[in-house]
T-cell receptor
Framework: GQQVMQIPQYQHVQEGEDFTTYCNSSTTLSNIQWYKQRPGGHPVFLIQLVKSGEVKKQKRLTFQFGEAKKNSSLHITATQTTDVGTYFC???????????FGGGTRLMVKP | DAGVTQSPTHLIKTRGQQVTLRCSPK?????VSWYQQALGQGPQFIFQYYEEEERQRGNFPDRFSGHQFPNYSSELNVNALLLGDSALYLCASSPGTRGGGTDTQYFGPGTRLTVL
């Protein structure tokens, strides 16, 4: 079945440093979504990418969808303590509608 | 505009017991999905309800069942609880016009279930 993998599992950065998390799917995805979950919270939708090679920006966050639509990345420029949390990518599973989530990358920011 | 709500917030049960979790979707949404999130892992899809029927199901045993009501609210039932069922149970709603896999999932705060 479809698998969605994320690396790294954990990342400690100094405030002001950049951060990148990578997402890889075993199958081609029709779209990929990114979610953020703060400690003790629930996943909150960040963005959806649909087109091959698509790049979207949200302030300091840059999201990319690979040309083959099997991988994606999230890059945060100049991290802040408010960026702390776990970032998940998720894609539709096989031909169905259900989302398969990656294991997430937990970001910790030292002030 | 109320978001997705879930009840209860926390629940403690013992092995073998049964539990019912409840979810009210975001206003205007008719599709409800349930996810199980074990500590330190990503959410795992349990099933999705649309028009009061189970439309999609993940790799979960029959002990996990659900229901959707005419007002789109939903329940998740788990029978014969096991220690491994301890997790955060998340409900997510979506507009459902194109299916949950394409639509953005709006998650509720979750129910933390502990099985002793």
């Amino acid at each position: 079945g479809q698998q969605v993998m994320q690396i790294p599992q954990y990342q400690h950065v100094q405030e002001g440093e950049d951060f990148t998390t990578y997402c890889n799917s075993s199958t081609t995805l029709s779209n990929i979504q990114w979610y953020k979950q703060r400690p003790g919270g629930h996943p909150v939708f960040l963005i959806q990418l649909v087109k091959s090679g698509e790049v979207k920006k949200q302030k300091r966050l840059t999201f990319q969808f690979g040309e083959a639509k099997k991988n994606s990345s999230l890059h945060i420029t100049a991290t802040q303590t408010t960026d702390v949390g776990t970032y998940f990518c998720a894609g539709p599973r096989d031909a169905g509608n259900m989302l398969t989530f990656g294991g997430g990358t937990r970001l910790m920011v030292k002030p | 505009d109320a978001g997705v709500t879930q009840s209860p917030t926390h629940l403690i049960k013992t092995r073998g017991q049964q539990v019912t979790l409840r979810c009210s979707p975001k206003s205007g949404h008719d599709t409800v999905s349930w996810y199980q999130q074990a500590l330190g892992q990503g959410p795992q899809f349990i099933f999705q309800y649309y028009e009061e029927e189970e439309r999609q199901r993940g790799n979960f045993p029959d002990r996990f069942s659900g229901h959707q009501f005419p007002n789109y609210s939903s329940e998740l039932n788990v029978n014969a609880l096991l220690l491994g069922d301890s997790a955060l149970y998340l409900c997510a709603s979506s507009p459902g016009t194109r299916g949950g896999g394409t639509d953005t999932q709006y998650f509720g705060p979750g129910t933390r279930l502990t099985v002793l």
